[in-house]
């Protein structure tokens, strides 16, 4: 079966410290791959996504990247953090088929002060 | 750019009543997809129900079904016999053919005993 994994769980960070998160997905192929942030009143929202190794997509540039250096790991990176980056972030997989089903991670509370 | 749009924040409901949340979304493609995700207080999100854009007979699961309407770009989720375990946050969501995935804010349910 499919499993996905994110970590860390909890993140306390100062303002201009780096930041990785990482996700990890297990007992698939070339995934689709996504992150997303939570925070209060915005809703899901869409920071980073790739159908596969190589090519991502990018919605919320601002001081985030993201990279997938092997074919079911995906991580979320920044250089300097921003007290706005605090959040819930949630690393989310799919098939790529036409199902479109999201399968998400624990997720990863980052508070940056 | 896709959107998708919640306008209501919260919603109640006394137990075993029915509730409407509402969805719409833009887009200018005619193939796409929409889901409704819960994420209950423990943060898992969860697939409520999918609705692909080509059928016009509107899902349903069980006691969760959809109300869409293409030409009006509204993707309404009716929940009958509400139950106490469906409070939860509630989020709309569009897929597009290229698998980019964005959310609405989503719509908190509380349910009255």
């Known amino acids: 079966s499919q499993t996905i994994h994110q970590w860390p769980a909890t993140l306390v960070q100062p303002v201009g410290s780096p930041l990785s998160l990482e996700c990890t997905v297990e007992?698939?192929?070339?995934?689709?791959l996504y992150w997303y942030r939570q925070a209060a009143g915005r809703g899901l929202q869409l920071l980073f996504y790739?159908?596969?190794?190589?090519?991502i997509s990018s919605e919320v540039p601002q001081n985030l990247s993201a990279s997938r250096p092997q074919d079911r790991q995906f991580i979320l990176s920044s250089k300097k953090l921003l007290l706005s980056d605090s959040g819930f972030y949630l690393c989310?997989?799919?098939?790529?088929?036409?199902?479109?089903?999201?399968?998400f991670g624990e997720g990863s509370r980052l508070t940056v002060l | 750019a896709q959107t998708v749009t919640q306008s209501q924040p919260e919603m109640s409901v006394q137990e075993a009543e029915t509730v409407t949340l509402s969805c719409t979304y833009d887009?200018?493609?005619?193939?796409?997809?929409l889901f409704w995700y819960k994420q209950p207080p423990s943060r898992q999100m969860i697939l409520v129900i999918r609705?692909?854009?080509?059928?016009?007979q509107n899902a349903t699961e069980n006691r969760f079904s959809v109300n869409f309407q293409k030409a009006a770009k509204s993707f309404s989720l009716k929940i009958s016999d509400s139950q106490l375990g469906d409070a939860a946050m509630y989020f709309c969501?569009?897929?597009?053919?290229?698998?980019?995935?964005?959310f609405g804010k989503g719509t908190r349910l509380h349910i009255l005993p």
């Open positions: 887009t200018s493609e005619s193939d796409y997809y």
């Open positions: 609705q692909e854009a080509y059928k016009q």
């Open positions: 969501a569009y897929k597009d053919r290229d698998d980019k995935i964005i």
């Open positions: 790739s159908v596969g190794i190589g090519q």
């Open positions: 007992g698939t192929s070339n995934p689709n």
């Open positions: 989310a997989w799919n098939r790529g088929s036409n199902t479109g089903e999201l399968f």
